[in-house]
């Protein structure tokens, strides 16, 4: 055995060698990090390596799916944890010359846990420490880094103004690295687009160690990373928001509907009026099987709501585009913008604002996610038999977001995420559980198929459109070799529609080698299409 273990090191090492002619054989990955790293920033004191008493709660703290905290989840050969561009850099140039791969981590927050495991042999890049923040009020925008959180965000805009605020994510915890790069919507999306038509530069590290900004990496990179994903194309290090005004004061409301208090005429109606009432007013929808006073099943559908202005007027609005909801007064509650971010990720009311800048994630289960885009209304008839089916699987809830508004007016390749006019809501398939272990996985992410399946006649279709940032792996893989290119239109065009080729062309010219690749990465061209 000893001496097959031995040929197996000694061919790797020929590879190597072949392969790579500046790596003396000699040298390991993690000399090579500390040769290339500066005597002001040593690298050696962030690295964990499996040896470390310390490594297996740095993985852990940035994994926001159990369903990847298992111990048959493949584990990097080591992480890094970045206090400096040099530290970057150094894994950039190393990573490439031992052809590790390599996953960039931010918030962690990827459904499929793409930012820190692999198949292949790989490390991690853990950005959690750059998290800076500077606002300025008077200039109306701020340079954020990729390893902080939405809630650090809003809490250093509301520390500034209470006229200001910011259009990306409900959850406070998810990283602006990942939520950025990839779209980036939330509650007044209506009103302002996604975080990213609020975006107005970044900095980026390329695959030859270069910082970039807007202006030095050209508009094709800058609109690349500012809805593809950033993990194709580089390390992006921050990025510079425009800031949006707020009313002093919002209105929110959750008011809920079993099937029994007309459900399914409210469903339908909604998706008649949630795109086209005024741009201040987002209606979420959130559709669950509960259990009614007698045992039976029922659906519960719950609009979810943030208006931007107070109570009268949303009454009045609310009157006028829907009445048939029965919305009162005693329903509505006012607020600052800042603590409505708190309400609408539910913290008890009177939670103190800094509870954003907590780290811990309010709830930490196994989960499966999935996406659809709704272009025209399902019908009474459609919505019964859904139930049906929701009743039967019982726990996948569906959360529909209404469209419209801002969103219909920007254009489809004004940014790489192309779902704009046309769409009244995006749906998302959640499924959460506690159990760990294969089999409840694979039992709950069945469920959450099931309900996917049965939503096919209702949803876009040629093809069945997704939203990058729900990552979901059953729509394509990349293995990253000879097919790479036709895996990655599987999936690239139900995230991207006509936009993929312009991103495999962005990334062709920035990365011609594939070092900044993963699950789902943005492919180069072969040379039989160039
Ligand atoms: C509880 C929860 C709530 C959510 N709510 C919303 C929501 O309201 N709206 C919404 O739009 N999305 C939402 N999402 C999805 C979320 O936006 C995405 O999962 C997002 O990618 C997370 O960013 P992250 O930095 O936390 O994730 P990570 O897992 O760190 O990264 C996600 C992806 O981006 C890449 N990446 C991260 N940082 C960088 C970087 N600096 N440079 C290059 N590539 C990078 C990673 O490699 C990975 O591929 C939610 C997710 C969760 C778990
Ligand atoms: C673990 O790694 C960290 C970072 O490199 C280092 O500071 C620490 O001393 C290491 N701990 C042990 C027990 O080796
Ligand atoms: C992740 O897995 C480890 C190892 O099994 C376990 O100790 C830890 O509690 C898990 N994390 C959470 C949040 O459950
Ligand atoms: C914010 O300002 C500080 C101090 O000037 C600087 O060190 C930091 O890099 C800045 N952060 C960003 C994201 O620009
Ligand atoms: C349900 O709708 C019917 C007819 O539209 C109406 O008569 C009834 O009062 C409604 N019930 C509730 C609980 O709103
Ligand atoms: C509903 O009741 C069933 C038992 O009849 C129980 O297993 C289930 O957990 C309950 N669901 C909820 C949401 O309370
Ligand atoms: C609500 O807002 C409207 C429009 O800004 C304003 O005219 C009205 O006075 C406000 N009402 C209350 C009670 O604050
Ligand atoms: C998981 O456990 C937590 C804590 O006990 C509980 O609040 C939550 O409802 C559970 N979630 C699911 C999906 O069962
Ligand atoms: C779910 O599991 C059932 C039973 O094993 C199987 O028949 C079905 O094909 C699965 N469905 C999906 C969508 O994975």
Redesign the pocket.
């Known amino acids: 055995m000893r001496t097959s273990s031995f040929s197996v090191v000694s061919f790797f090492a020929i590879l190597v060698l072949l392969q790579f002619p500046s790596a003396s054989s000699h040298e390991t990955f993690q000399q090579c990090l500390e040769s290339h790293s500066l005597p002001s920033y040593p690298i050696s004191s962030i690295i964990y390596t499996p040896t470390n008493s310390s490594y297996s709660n740095v993985l852990q703290a940035y994994i926001r799916n159990l369903r990847f905290n298992e111990t048959t989840t493949p584990k990097p050969i080591l992480i890094i944890t970045a206090l400096h561009v040099s530290h970057i850099q150094a894994a950039i140039l190393c990573a490439k010359t031992y052809g590790l791969q390599m996953k960039i981590r931010s918030g962690g927050h990827d459904y499929e846990g793409v930012s820190y495991w692999s198949e292949s042999p790989f490390f991690i890049l853990d950005l959690f420490n750059l998290r800076s923040i500077n606002i300025s009020i008077e200039d109306e925008s701020g340079w954020v880094q990729v390893g902080a959180t939405l809630g650090e965000v809003y809490y250093r805009i509301a520390e500034k103004s209470n006229v200001y605020g910011f259009p990306a994510g409900v959850c406070p915890t998810v990283g602006v690295g990942g939520h950025f790069s990839g779209g980036g919507y939330g509650n007044m999306m209506r009103k302002y687009g996604l975080s990213v038509d609020n975006i107005v530069d970044a900095e980026i590290i390329d695959v030859n160690g270069r910082i970039l900004n807007r202006k030095t990496m050209g508009e094709d990179l800058f609109w690349a990373i500012t809805g593809g994903g950033g993990s194709s194309y580089g390390v992006v290090l921050s990025y510079k928001i425009k800031l949006v005004p707020v009313p002093v004061t919002v209105t929110v409301f959750r008011v809920e509907r079993t099937l029994a208090q007309n459900a399914t005429d409210l469903v339908y109606r909604w998706q008649q009026v949630a795109d086209k009432l005024p741009e201040e007013i987002f209606i979420r929808l959130i559709m669950d099987v509960v259990n009614t006073t007698t045992g039976e099943k029922t659906i519960r559908a719950a609009f979810f709501t943030l208006f931007l202005g107070n109570s009268s007027q949303l009454l009045s609005l609310m009157g006028q585009g829907f009445p048939e909801l029965g919305l009162t007064r005693a329903d509505c509650r006012e607020m600052s913008w800042v603590e409505s971010t708190l309400y609408w990720t539910s913290f008890p009311t009177g939670t103190p604002v800094d509870a954003l800048l907590s780290r811990t994630p309010q709830?930490l289960?196994h989960l499966k996610r999935k996406s659809d885009y709704l272009k025209q209304p399902i019908n009474k008839e459609g919505l019964e038999f859904i139930w049906k089916k929701m009743i039967e699987l019982e726990?996948p809830v569906l959360t529909f977001n209404p469209y419209g508004g801002r969103m219909a007016q920007i254009s489809p390749s004004a940014k790489p995420f192309p779902h704009r006019a046309g769409n009244i809501c995006k749906i998302q398939y959640a499924t959460?559980?506690?159990d760990s272990g294969v089999e409840a996985a694979n039992y709950y992410v069945n469920l959450t198929r099931m309900l996917y399946g049965y939503m096919t006649p209702f949803v876009s279709k040629f093809p069945r459109e997704a939203f990058l940032n729900y990552r979901d792996l059953d729509i394509g893989i990349n293995h990253n070799g000879a097919n790479s290119y036709i895996e990655g239109a599987v999936y690239g065009v139900k995230y991207f529609l006509g936009n993929y080729n312009r991103l495999v062309q962005t990334k062709t010219k920035v990365d011609p080698g594939n070092f900044f690749r993963n699950e789902q990465s943005i492919p180069t061209l072969p040379s039989w299409r160039k």
């Open positions: 709830v289960t726990r959460n559980w506690n």
